[in-house]
């Protein structure tokens, strides 16, 4: 069975994942995301749960070096040095063009025919496969790649920034298959794409 790509994101009201540009660069992240402990905790347990990760350049380098040595730094409480153990761990890939090294269990997928690399890992894989960058998750939502939307939605309204996805052609139907809610007023909701493409890898080059 192929795996599920599941676009994972922290999210204001009015669905942008961030107000200026690298403000997520430390551990603590913008002042608009309520992530105590509970929250993180359930992230790592939905961390552990994927099969892998698929982070575009941004995000990836953002995550190393904090996550691998968050692992063994004694001032952090313990649930954050278990999610850079899982972080450090997990399967990744790294989407980039100019990329050519990664440590930390990652590969590389570059080139221009990234997607239709990717949609070939996807069949390939089994299990849910975390994506992290708007800008990979929209040509996979373009390519009809993208299985779920798992968004984490913060009480605040940014007004402005980078948004959730880039412009589109048409509208997406989605279907709400899980939701929930934590301290602080932050809620969850699990999305299915309806349109998203099952079974083998799609010909992507017309």
Do not use: C
Request: a negative charge; glycine letters at 10%.
């Amino acid at each position: 069975m192929a795996g599920r790509f599941v676009y994972w994101m922290n999210v204001s009201l009015d669905l942008f994942i961030e107000r200026e540009a690298g403000e997520h660069g430390d551990i603590e992240g913008p002042s608009w995301i309520r992530l105590g402990e509970p929250l993180h905790r359930e992230f790592n347990a939905r961390a552990r749960a994927m099969s892998m990760m698929v982070q575009g350049r941004k995000v990836y380098e953002m995550m190393d070096p904090f996550w691998p040595n968050a692992r063994t730094d004694e001032s952090l409480p313990g649930f954050l040095r278990e999610y850079g153990e899982i972080w450090t761990n997990i399967p990744k890939v790294l989407v980039s063009r100019t990329r050519t090294t990664a440590e930390h269990n990652t590969r590389i997928i570059g080139g221009d025919n990234a997607i239709e690399q990717l949609a070939v890992l996807r069949q390939e894989t089994e299990g849910d496969i975390g994506i992290g960058g708007a800008n990979l998750a929209t040509q996979l939502l373009r390519a009809h790649l993208l299985d779920e939307l798992l968004l984490f939605t913060h009480p605040v309204v940014l007004g402005a920034g980078r948004p959730l996805f880039d412009a589109l052609d048409h509208p997406i139907e989605l279907d709400l298959v899980e939701q929930g809610s934590f301290d602080q007023g932050v809620t969850m909701h699990r999305y299915a794409v309806r349109g998203a493409l099952v079974g083998s890898a799609p010909d992507l080059t017309n």
